[in-house]
């Protein structure tokens, strides 16, 4: 099967990041060559998620978005940030509310100030029914407390960029989140655990993404010189979910794109 026949759903690409601006277009047609039918861009804070939302305007029907406050930025969450976030989820090319929850392997953000932006967001979700795009890392107990306290009043949930053990992978499908793989799943040293865990999510659960320009696929050959990823990899990342899965590529390819569909609601 071609890439150009796959019609994959990269669920989560930084696409506002500043090592875009100088080819964003080449980056677009390198992603529809290779099999990307849609990208849902990132918000990870208020200026980006107003940017997200700008791409995803001028790019209709390719590119949507999330608007939310990534935990490293927590400490900037204001009234006037929530204001924001409502505002922009309440348009219909925001998808999704996030990349919200909680990180405390950086600290970028104290504890207090991650959970208390991560509580104001679950309200929006709550308030507005649009799911959510969701982050943790070392976080796992606060992160699963706060998602307990709302449920129930929100929809649906993925957890994105999923890279934990087998009991927080069960503890998310308990609560009936989706799971997001990324090129981690490619990484000898750090992601070998995720092939494993791979079979465990149901197909209707599963998604995958790039996290683009992060997260480089590790045994991608050959390597681009700038070390950047992005949404052209998606198949590649496609390739490692079906293996671990023991699935054929184009099985992967089409159970992860109509699971990414039905939960951000676009359009087949």
């Known amino acids: ?58 790019h209709p029907g390719f590119l949507h978005a999330t608007a939310g406050v990534h935990p490293h930025h927590a400490h900037e969450y204001d009234d006037a940030t929530d204001e924001l976030l409502r505002d922009l989820v309440a348009t219909p090319d925001v998808k999704a509310v996030g990349e919200t929850g909680l990180d405390y392997y950086r600290n970028y953000s104290p504890h207090a100030a991650q959970i208390a932006a991560f509580e104001r967001q679950l309200a929006i979700a709550a308030d507005s029914g649009k799911p959510l795009f969701l982050h943790q890392r070392d976080a796992h107990a606060d992160f699963i407390a706060c998602l307990d306290a709302v449920r129930g009043r929100v929809g649906r949930a993925v957890v994105h960029c999923f890279t934990g053990e087998r009991a927080e992978l069960v503890d998310y499908l308990d609560r009936d989140c989706y799971i997001g793989i990324t090129g981690w799943i490619c990484d000898e040293r750090r992601g070998e655990h995720l092939r494993e865990l791979a079979r465990l999510v149901p197909a209707d659960r599963l998604m995958i993404e790039t996290d683009a320009p992060y997260l480089l696929p590790r045994d991608l050959r050959p390597k681009p010189s700038h070390r950047r990823n992005e949404p052209m990899y998606l198949a590649h990342v496609c390739a490692a979910v079906a293996r671990a899965r023991g699935e054929d590529v184009a099985t992967t390819a089409a159970i992860t794109s109509a699971t990414a569909r039905a939960f951000f609601g676009l359009a087949a």
């Open 1 to 58: 099967m071609k890439d150009t026949d796959l019609a994959l759903v990269d669920i989560g690409a930084n696409l506002t990041h500043e090592s875009f601006r100088p080819d964003f277009d080449a980056v677009l047609d390198r992603a529809r060559a290779h099999g990307v039918a849609a990208i849902v861009v990132t918000g990870a804070s208020a200026g980006g998620s107003r940017a997200a939302h700008a791409l995803a305007q001028a």
